[in-house]
């Protein structure tokens, strides 16, 4: 006989609990579908500030009203739009617009390489995404380095946030992940 399994949901006011100043979460969701909106709402309705947000590899309305409420001062992702709505999320543009923002560009190749170093508990994750594009010189939080191994003369890596622990090692750390879930 198994034990129970923990409870995985929650209501959106306990969720948002989780949520302080400062911290780095990450939001699931695809394009249009699946956003934790109702969480979202609360983290605005309590006036959380200063978020580092790890949006989904298609962000939309969710990452704007949170930007638009000035409850982040970055973000991170790989697209930033509604699709045939909005071919970019218009607070997103505006605060971008008016360096009242950070954002972390890459695409969606180092996006994923980045959240599975993350996973892995790693520094970072070797990738050939980015070389020979523009995004190191970009987002300098991407490097180019030589590959040792495979004799590569450049290869990309990066660091998705830059918050250094104990042992000054750069890691990706999310203090809270919000998705939308259902009960069967």
Do not use: E, F, S, W
């Given at each position: 006989m198994s034990a129970a399994r923990a409870e995985k949901i929650v209501s959106e006011e306990r969720a948002a609990d989780f949520v302080k100043d400062g911290m780095t979460i990450a939001i699931g969701g695809f394009i249009n579908s699946a956003?934790?909106?109702?969480?979202v709402r609360q983290i605005i309705k309590r006036g959380v500030?200063?978020?580092t947000i790890v949006g989904p590899s298609s962000s939309g309305l969710d990452?704007?009203?949170?930007v638009?409420?000035?409850?982040?001062?970055?973000?991170?992702?790989c697209y930033f739009g509604a699709e045939t709505i909005a071919s970019i999320s218009p607070m997103i543009k505006h605060a971008a617009e008016n360096g009242e923002i950070d954002i972390f560009e890459c695409d969606e190749s180092m996006y994923y390489a980045a959240l599975r170093a993350g996973a892995q508990r790693l520094p970072f994750l070797p990738t050939r995404a980015g070389v020979g594009t523009s995004y190191p010189?970009?987002?300098?939080q991407l490097k180019l380095f030589h590959d040792p191994i495979a004799n590569f003369t450049t290869r990309c890596s990066m660091h998705l946030t830059r918050?250094?622990?104990?042992r000054g090692e750069m890691r990706f750390r999310v203090g809270v992940r919000l998705g939308r879930g259902r009960k069967a």
């Open positions: 956003h934790p909106m109702p969480v500030k200063n978020l990452l704007d009203l949170l638009g409420t000035r409850c982040a001062r970055k973000v991170v992702g010189g970009v987002n300098p918050y250094q622990d104990i």
